[in-house]
């Protein structure tokens, strides 16, 4: 990759970050000269991550105007719940019944980090959607991981417009409380109870 490149991935990950800790919020306008005097570059890099963005979902053109942040409506945030429950729970069906102790035993690990990091919106975040890659690469589909990690990356960004600004206020979060019951109806090998509380875990994203 060269330096243009480089530079396009940088500026591409650091509006991403604005946009998840919420100084860029939905329906905001980014426009190129402002960001060109922000990072110090010229236009070009800038014009590549804007596209990136756009061609991802997070951002929308508007023809000499800017980009505008997209909000995502509850309609969107059930629709992409609903294919990660399509995706999630056919993986878990080709592949409950060899799942091992020994991986068991790591899923519990990631739900005890899950349920003591409360103070920290993405560290929160981030051990909930390693719990979901972790039980779907059990599977040994790579494919389809690859698809529930770009759904989780797409949906991160709801998280943050549904909870950044509550955050502080919330005691215990409670999105995540039925990732025992899921592992414990695995080493059950019931499997149709797994994914009854795999649905009721993304059913719980707080909407």
Not at 60 to 88: A, F, H, K, N, S
Request: proline letters at 2%; hydrophobic letters at 35%; a negative charge.
């Amino acid at each position: 990759m060269g330096k243009d490149g480089s530079l396009k991935e940088s500026i591409y990950h650091s509006i991403l970050e604005k946009i998840f800790n919420d100084e860029y919020k939905p329906n905001q306008i980014l426009n190129e000269k402002e960001l060109v005097a922000q990072f110090g570059c010229s236009k070009s890099p800038i014009r590549d991550a804007l596209i990136t963005l756009c061609n991802e979902g997070v951002l929308r053109c508007i023809p000499r105007y800017g980009y505008e942040v997209i909000r995502l409506t509850r309609d969107d945030i059930i629709q992409m719940l609903d294919y990660r429950l399509i995706l999630e729970s056919g993986l878990l069906r080709s592949c409950y019944h060899h799942i091992s102790e020994a991986q068991l035993v790591d899923l519990a690990e990631v739900d005890e980090l899950c349920n003591c990091s409360t103070e920290d919106v993405w560290i929160h975040w981030g051990y909930n959607q390693s719990f979901h890659t972790i039980l779907a690469s059990y599977s040994s589909n790579e494919y389809a991981c690859l698809r529930l990690s770009e759904s989780m990356q797409q949906l991160k960004r709801a998280y943050a417009q549904f909870y950044w600004n509550k955050w502080d206020n919330m005691t215990q979060p409670k999105d995540m409380r039925y990732h025992s019951q899921i592992i414990e109806n695995i080493r059950k090998r019931d499997i149709d109870q797994a994914v009854e509380y795999l649905k009721a875990d993304l059913a719980d994203f707080g909407m």
